[in-house]
């Protein structure tokens, strides 16, 4: 995914931001393969989704990050 004003392409907090904001389905493939692969991924969207309670996309990051790792409990989250 590009994304605005990041010059790195990693999943960063910034980089699931936009895409909470504006991805796309490819977008989301992306992240999904990469979050199945990174621990601090489904940290960092968890974390995120927090802030965007709001958005559908913040929830579809959490049935993800529970489908690849269960609970947020198992990932040492309180």
Known sequence: MKHRNLKDERWTRMAIDSLFERGKYKDW???????????????DALYM???????G??????????????????????
């Open 29 to 43: 493939q992306e992240f999904a393969i990469a979050l199945r692969n990174d621990r601090q991924i489904a940290l």
């Open 49 to 55: 989704s927090e802030h965007h309670a709001e958005r």
């Open 57 to 78: 996309s913040a929830e579809l990051a959490r049935v993800l990050v529970r489908q690849f790792y269960g609970n947020e409990n198992d990932l040492g989250l309180e």
